[in-house]
């Protein structure tokens, strides 16, 4: 059976496409239209569709839309309850229009495609079967976590043989998502964009207000009460761009420390009910790293698995596994997280040539590299096909020597962030112990925290977050090989079995996709290597 997954009601549209229950491609739209997060997460905004992503993912696969035998949209308007707090009393019915026309938009952006074939699954049950369906195990329970759905922000369940049983639900008005979100907007930064800023925050502060926010949200069996806030009791607004506070900082410390709190009850609570030993977790707030690492610790799951692409963008994955699933077709475990697009070598050499740029190929495109970043200088990676989900993993990313502390500050001024936003490493996944504890290891999708260990922190400075934590990459050299190699000449030059790992991109803007998108990058911004495929361009050398 040949499913199409559609993301598109809220934000970071995408598409994905799952053949006879295996994931043939994923993308999000923001690749395609270089719009960060596809759109803005309004309700007008609604019917926009992933149209490039669909596209691409059909041609991935050699089909048409006419070849279709269910478009899944992840989410159903028919559940919405228009009174409920939590929505948008003025624009709901709005979104609530478009979503129930998709199968008309659809058939406009798709030809071929006939409307019928489209059906709709709730919001997090497709969360759910992102993670609970695509994650590296059978049979677990599953927790999703977001700001809303059509009423509601939290989902916890069980999979048993490809089947949903929901134990829990919140309802709306009472969200995680949409408390962490508020907070967001409250310190300066973008809603339903910038959360992962208001985490990096929290660390610069101890959680002075948590007493406070323990009593403002409550947790109870299987979901959460959360009062109306009034942030001002705590701090003053922060404007766009404006300075951030010791207050601005103990808020976000509070609220992030609450809110690991209640999720490490929600999953203990499920732990207990559900029997079962592993977890797969969902939904934007299980992009929270350091919510994720307390939760594996601390609620006595012996594995946690987070979907890669945990956000909404998910959604199309989970919505596709769902329908598959329930029409006979058994889920294939993702096979990981470069479901995006991929270039073969003659491509890649067409680009450069067509960009006038001098090029060469190594006979080891990985020692060039690693020679390179022994220098200290700054590479950008474009390596087979790109991520699904919002962290570079080794296949768009902007790498440097993490031996030298300046290359936080040298990276966060090329990308044009914020200077406590910290940079990540990458590990490969037989030495990563002997460097970081305190988390799940082996962590291929940087989506849990680990401590630096004591002996370690002077040695790779540029990694180690003000808490002597880092969100780090490891790489399994038989997923990655190219990666390991990277990895092993870098070593043999300095010593350091890793390298920094951050997002191929700058502020504002998605990740590279395209070989043209990573040379606009590269010749817009003080890096000094692109590496494309078996490629590599230096810096300062393009034809006249």
């Known amino acids: 059976m040949r499913v199409l997954g559609i993301n598109a009601v809220f934000h970071d549209p995408a598409a994905a496409l799952v053949v006879d229950g295996e994931v043939v491609a994923a993308a999000e739209e923001e690749r395609f239209s270089r719009r960060k997060h596809g759109k803005r997460p309004v309700p007008f905004a609604a019917w926009e569709l992933p149209e490039g992503a669909a596209a691409w993912c059909l041609e991935e696969a050699g089909i048409t839309a006419a070849d279709l035998d269910v478009v899944a949209y992840s989410y159903d308007p028919t559940l919405v309850d228009h009174s409920r707090g939590g929505t948008d009393p003025e624009w709901e019915r709005l979104r609530s229009t478009y979503a129930s026309r998709a199968p008309l938009f659809l058939r406009s952006a798709l030809p071929g495609l006939d409307p019928e074939v489209v059906c709709f699954v709730p919001h997090h049950v497709a969360h759910a079967a992102s993670a609970g369906l695509a994650a590296p195990f059978g049979d677990c329970a599953v927790l999703t976590v977001d700001g809303r ?12 043989d490809g089947r949903l049983t929901v134990h829990a639900e919140q309802e709306l008005p009472h969200s995680l998502g949409l408390l962490y979100e508020e907070l967001t907007e409250y310190l300066g930064f973008r809603r339903s964009s910038d959360e992962y800023k208001v985490m990096a925050l929290s660390s610069y502060a101890k959680p002075r207000f948590r007493a406070d926010f ?3 949200v409550r947790v109870r069996p299987g979901g959460f009460e959360i009062d109306d806030i009034d942030w001002r009791n705590w701090a003053p607004p922060r404007e766009p761009g404006g300075e951030v506070l010791d207050e601005h900082a103990e808020l976000a410390a509070s609220v992030q420390t ?6 490490v009850e929600l999953t203990a609570w499920l732990r207990q009910h559900t029997g079962k030993n592993r ?7 299980a992009l929270n790293c350091v ?13 946690v698995w987070v979907q890669p692409a945990a956000g909404d963008a998910g959604t199309a994955l989970g919505a596709a596994l769902q ?3 329930e029409r006979g077709d058994p889920p294939v475990p993702m096979p990981g997280a470069d479901l995006g697009r ?3 070598t003659e491509h890649l050499r067409a680009v450069l040539r067509s960009a006038a740029v001098d090029f060469e190929r190594p006979a080891d495109v990985a020692e060039e590299a690693a020679a390179a970043l022994a220098r200290d200088e700054t590479v950008g990676w474009f390596e087979g096909r790109a991520e699904f989900g919002p962290r570079a993993l080794g296949h768009r990313s902007l790498l440097a020597h993490p031996g030298h502390a300046h290359n936080v500050e040298r990276l966060n001024e ?4 914020e200077q406590f936003r910290p940079v990540a490493p990458m590990v490969s996944a037989e030495r990563a112990a002997e460097i970081f504890s305190g988390g799940p290891l082996p962590s291929p999708y940087m989506l849990f925290v680990h401590d630096v260990r004591e002996h370690w922190r002077e040695r790779v400075p540029a990694v180690v977050h003000v808490d002597g934590t880092a969100r780090i990459q490891t790489v399994d050299r038989g997923d990655e090989p190219v990666l390991a190699r990277l990895l092993d000449a870098f070593e043999s030059r300095t010593g350091l079995p890793l390298v920094v790992n951050t997002s191929f991109n700058t502020a504002g803007g998605p990740m590279v996709d395209s070989p043209v998108d990573a040379l606009e990058c590269f010749g817009a911004f003080p890096i000094d290597v692109l590496v494309l495929g078996p490629f590599l361009v230096r810096r300062g050398r393009q034809r006249s």
Do not use: P
Request: aromatic fraction near 6%; avoid cysteine.
């Open 414 to 417: 090329v990308k044009g962030r």
């Open 279 to 285: 977890l797969a977790l969902a939904g934007g707030v």
């Open 323 to 325: 329908v598959g699933a």
């Open 214 to 216: 323990a009593e403002l």
């Open 258 to 263: 609450r809110l690991e709190e209640v999720l």
């Open 291 to 303: 919510a994720n690492t307390r939760m594996a610790s601390e609620s006595g799951f012996d594995e």
């Open 342 to 344: 991929g270039f073969d």
């Open 149 to 160: 759905g059509e009423r509601t922000s939290m989902l916890a369940g069980e999979y048993r």
